[in-house]
């Protein structure tokens, strides 16, 4: 079954312990990205991949870091969480056809995040 | 930079009624655009991709249009059910695959 597996599902931190939620999609897909949800805000980009070794900042990478080490793994990584990084989290997967263009995109079921 | 809205924020209907929701977004240059499904604290579900060389897309009770031109697209809902109950976002997707969200439209289908 064609999926983006996301893991852990539910995660309550202290401020400060370094943490990482891990991103997986089996479908040979290119790019991959991280999205934060927040009530009011909506969904916003954290950090994006457009292939192995080639990872860029969306539009709130403040506090993240992520690697593209492998084309099915994209985890996130949060060095030093804090309490304004409380959120529910996403990764997302899709395959540019040969023009660059979008195609159809692929969620993960989220990970919610608490930091006390 | 793209700006996407959707308009009713919340919407509740009873059942068997058609519905519309509408997107529009200001910057006309993107390839496609998608339309998701999201239950409450869960993911997102995929409904629609509407290439941007297409007017529309049809699944099921949903037809899904756009207007490129307009910055504008619909998603139909006929003969609303109960379990149609979720927030729909719909994302414009431009090259190298940008997505831009909307804030979601939250449906409520009362039995």
């Given at each position: 079954?064609?999926?983006?597996?996301?893991?852990?599902?539910?995660?309550?931190?202290?401020?400060?312990?370094?943490?990482?939620?891990?991103c997986s999609q089996n479908m040979n897909h290119e790019y991959m990205s991280w999205y934060r949800q927040d009530?009011?805000?909506?969904?916003?980009?954290?950090?994006?991949?457009?292939?192995?070794?080639?990872?860029?900042?969306?539009?709130?990478?403040?506090?993240?870091?992520?690697?593209?080490?492998?084309?099915?793994?994209?985890?996130?990584?949060?060095?030093?969480?804090?309490?304004?990084?409380?959120?529910?989290?996403?990764?997302?997967?899709?395959?540019?056809?040969?023009?660059?263009?979008?195609?159809?995109?692929?969620?993960?079921?989220?990970?919610?995040?608490?930091?006390? | 930079?793209?700006?996407?809205?959707?308009?009713?924020?919340?919407?509740?209907?009873p059942e068997g009624e058609n519905l519309v929701l509408n997107c529009s977004f200001t910057d006309s240059a993107?390839?496609?655009?998608?339309?998701?499904?999201?239950?409450?604290?869960?993911?997102?579900?995929?409904?629609?991709?509407?290439?941007?060389?297409?007017?529309?897309?049809?699944?099921?009770?949903?037809?899904?249009?756009?207007?490129?031109?307009?910055?504008?697209?619909?998603?139909?809902?006929?003969?609303?059910?109960?379990?149609?109950?979720?927030?729909?976002?719909?994302?414009?997707?431009?090259?190298?695959?940008?997505?831009?969200?909307?804030?979601?439209?939250?449906?409520?289908?009362?039995?």
């Amino acid at each position: 079954e064609a999926q983006v597996t996301q893991n852990p599902r539910y995660l309550i931190t202290v401020t400060g312990k370094k943490l990482t939620v891990t991103c997986s999609q089996n479908m040979n897909h290119e790019y991959m990205s991280w999205y934060r949800q927040d009530p009011g805000l909506g969904l916003r980009q954290i950090y994006y991949s457009m292939n192995v070794e080639v990872t860029d900042k969306g539009d709130v990478p403040e506090g993240y870091k992520v690697s593209r080490k492998e084309k099915r793994n994209f985890p996130l990584i949060l060095e030093s969480p804090s309490p304004n990084q409380t959120s529910l989290y996403f990764c997302a997967s899709s395959l540019p056809d040969r023009g660059r263009r979008g195609t159809e995109a692929f969620f993960g079921q989220g990970t919610r995040l608490t930091v006390v | 930079k793209q700006e996407v809205t959707q308009i009713p924020a919340a919407l509740s209907v009873p059942e068997g009624e058609n519905l519309v929701l509408n997107c529009s977004f200001t910057d006309s240059a993107i390839y496609n655009l998608q339309w998701f499904r999201q239950d409450p604290g869960k993911g997102l579900t995929s409904l629609l991709l509407i290439q941007s060389s297409q007017r529309e897309q049809t699944s099921g009770r949903l037809n899904a249009s756009l207007d490129k031109s307009s910055g504008r697209s619909t998603l139909y809902i006929a003969a609303s059910q109960p379990g149609d109950s979720a927030t729909y976002l719909c994302a414009v997707i431009r090259n190298n695959n940008d997505m831009r969200f909307g804030a979601g439209t939250r449906l409520t289908v009362k039995p």
